[in-house]
């Protein structure tokens, strides 16, 4: 089946500054998407991209959809202590919404 | 408030029970789907329905059922041959089946021992 790698799987930051992640598939996506879990909660949208080459902003957050369609990235800029939680990717393909192992990112203060 | 409900936040049962967690969306979302997460691990679906009375088997819906009886509703059955049912359960809707976007509830954290 169709599967994400999500890299990196844990980054511990300093308050302010930016973050990079990203995941690659092996399978081409219609939609990539990313989602913030808090601790306990169901994940929130933040971010959708439909078309390859696509970038898009949300406040600080930035994402884009690969060139080839099989990878998507993530960038947050001067983090902050309510950016903590876990990241997920998601791609859309033929059938279903395929999601990615997620990035957790801790801040230290 | 338009959104999706799960009730119970935490669930605690004993093997071999059979125990239902429930799923509502005011959110007028055709299509509902549930999602099991295990520590580490990325969301696999276990069920999901396009349309009322209309659900399709997931990746893992060995030991599980579902209804969709109503369009706001979409309860999951956790039965007991789940062989590890203690896991972070969501729920989640999209307008269509082909719309990308789910927008998931608060999630409930089931408990067997």
């Known amino acids: 089946g169709q599967q994400l790698n999500q890299s990196p799987q844990s980054m511990f930051i300093q308050e302010g500054e930016d973050v990079s992640m990203n995941c690659t598939s092996s399978s081409i996506f219609n939609t990539w998407l990313w989602y913030k879990q808090d601790p306990g909660e169901g994940p929130v949208l933040l971010i959708a991209?439909?078309?390859?080459?696509e970038l898009t902003s949300n406040g600080r957050l930035t994402a884009q959809f690969g060139i080839t369609r099989k990878d998507s990235f993530l960038n947050i800029s001067a983090s902050i202590p309510s950016d903590v939680g876990i990241y997920f990717c998601a791609g859309q393909g033929a059938q279903k919404l395929v999601f990615g192992q997620g990035t957790r990112l801790t801040i230290n203060p | 408030d338009g959104g999706i409900t799960q009730s119970p936040k935490y669930l605690f049962r004993k093997e071999g029970q059979n125990v239902t967690l429930s799923c509502e969306q005011n959110l007028n979302h055709d299509a509902m789907y549930w999602y099991r997460q295990d520590p580490g691990q990325g969301l696999r679906l276990i069920y999901y329905?396009?349309?009322?009375?209309?659900?399709q088997k997931g990746d893992i819906a060995e030991g599980y059922s579902v209804s969709r009886e109503k369009k706001e509703s979409f309860p999951l059955t956790v039965t007991s041959a789940q062989k590890n049912p203690t896991a972070f359960y969501l729920c989640a809707s999209s307008l269509q089946r082909a719309a990308p976007e789910q927008y998931f509830g608060p999630g409930t954290r089931l408990t067997v021992t």
């Open positions: 329905s396009q349309i009322v009375n209309d659900f």
């Open positions: 991209l439909y078309k390859a080459g």
